[in-house]
C-alpha cells in the first residue's frame, strides 16, 4: 500500500466511512431501485439537502419541495431548484425559527391534494429543526427542557421520547396533518438498532414509548403518560443508511490497503469514561490492523462547560491510558462532521497526545471533568477539522493498531 502516516490512513478511512453513507447517493440509489412518481417532497434535518438534491436528480414528476435544515447547508445550488422552499433553521436548542419551519410544513401539508403522492425524508438533528408546540407548553419551557436534555447524560431513545411528550407533530402526530392516505418515508438512521420511532424523534410514526421517571421534567406536568393518538395514514418505511454501512465501507477500504480488519458489531454507548475504559481493555492486546466501532457515547455537561463534544472526550479519555510504548492510534469523530461545540469533527490521538498535554500543563482528567477537551486537543495538534458532511449516522471510532 502506499506509505501514509497513522493519521493520514485514518483520516481517510474516515472519509470513506462519510461517502458511503452520503445522503444524496443514497436517496440517488432508492429512487432508481423504486421509480416511484412522487409530487411532494419534504426534507428535514442534518443531511436533507444532500438527501433533496438526490431527490431531484431523479424525481422529474416532482411539484413542490421543502426543505429545513441548518443554515450552512443551503447552498445555491439548492436555491434553484425548481419549486423548493429552502428554510433554514436552528440545532440543536429549538427557537423562533423551529416554529417558523413548523407554520410552513403545516401550510405546504395543507396545499396538498388526496391524490398527491409524498416523499418524505428525514435524518438526524431533525427533532431541533422544525417544532409545532403542544398546547400547553411555551417556546421558553421547550428551550429550558432541550437544554437539560443535552446536557443530562441520557441517551437518544430516553431525549426523543421526552420530545416526544412536549410536541403537536413527534410521534406521529405529523400524521393528522397529511392529507394523503399513504406516504413514503427515506431515512437515514442515527439511533441505536435504527428504530424509527426516535429517527428524528419519529414524525411519522404513532409510538406508544414511556418516559423515565425524572423528576425535572415531570415537574412541568405538561401531558405524563397521555400517549399520543393514532392515525390512519400508511406509511411505507425505509431506512436508507445507517452506521453498519458507513463501517462495513470503512472495514472493506482497510482490507483494500492490504491490513487486517475488525468489525465489532457491539453497539458503542454509555458515559464517554466507561466507553474509553471498555475501548482501551479490548484494544491494549488487539492483534495489528484497523478495528472499528460504530455508536453514540453520552456525556453529562457541568453548567459552565468547555469547548467540545462526545467525540473529544472519549478521544482525550482513551489517551490517558496509552502508555510510552503504546502502538495504538485511535479515531473518533461524528458521522455529521462536527463534534458537539467545538469547530471539528473529532479527533486522532495516540500516546504522544498525553506526552504533548503534560508537557504544555495540562490535567487533562480536569479538563474533561470540565468538558473541554477541545482545547486540550487543539493545543496537542490532535483534531480532526470539521468536514462538510452530507450524512448523520452517529459516531465512528476507527483504531489503527501498528504491528
Known sequence: MTE?????????????????VDGRHLVNRWCKENKKPFTHCIAIGKAAAAMLQGAHDELPSLKQSLL??????????????????????????????????????????????????????????????????????????????????????????????????????????????IKPSSVTQLLLSDVKDDRVEFIGSGLLVNTDSVVDGDDYLLSFNIIGNVKTPRFTVSVDTNIIGN??????????????????????????????????????????????????????????????????????SLALAFAQYLTDDSNIHLL?????????????????????????????????????EKANAGIVLMATDDLVQAVNSNTNVMDIVIVYVID
Not at 501514509?4 to 458511503?20: G, H, K, V
Open 68 to 177: 429545513i435544515c441548518p443554515p450552512s447547508k443551503i447552498t445555491r445550488q439548492l436555491k434553484k431548484l425548481k419549486n423548493t422552499q429552502c428554510i433554514a433553521s436552528s440545532h440543536p436548542i429549538p427557537d423562533t425559527y423551529s416554529l417558523q419551519a413548523g407554520e410552513i410544513l403545516l401550510h405546504f401539508l395543507a396545499d396538498m391534494s388526496d391524490h398527491d403522492k409524498l416523499l418524505v425524508m428525514i435524518s438526524g438533528g431533525a427533532s431541533s429543526l422544525v417544532e409545532v408546540l403542544h398546547e400547553d407548553i411555551t417556546l421558553d419551557q421547550l428551550q429550558q427542557i432541550n437544554r437539560y436534555l443535552i446536557a443530562s447524560g441520557k441517551d437518544i431513545h430516553q431525549i426523543n421520547t421526552w420530545r416526544q411528550r412536549f410536541s403537536d407533530i413527534k410521534g406521529g402526530g405529523l400524521l393528522k396533518y
Open 332 to 368: 473518533a469523530a461524528g458521522t455529521d462532521g462536527v463534534d458537539g461545540n467545538s469547530n471539528c469533527a473529532g479527533a486522532v490521538v495516540s500516546k504522544f497526545t498525553l506526552q504533548k498535554a503534560k508537557k504544555m500543563g495540562f490535567n487533562t482528567q480536569q479538563e474533561l
Open 4 to 20: 501514509l502516516t497513522a493519521r493520514e490512513l485514518l483520516t481517510m478511512l474516515y472519509q470513506t466511512a462519510l461517502d458511503a
Open 243 to 312: 452506521i453498519n454501512l458507513a463501517m462495513q465501507e470503512v472495514h472493506r477500504a482497510a482490507l483494500s490497503e492490504g491490513l487486517n480488519s475488525y468489525l465489532y458489531p457491539a453497539f458503542l454507548e454509555g458515559d464517554v469514561f466507561d466507553a474509553a475504559e471498555k475501548l482501551y481493555a479490548q484494544l491494549k492486546d488487539a492483534k495489528p490492523g484497523i478495528h472499528i466501532w460504530g455508536g453514540e457515547t453520552t456525556i453529562r455537561l457541568p453548567e459552565n462547560h468547555g469547548v467540545g463534544g462526545r467525540n473529544l
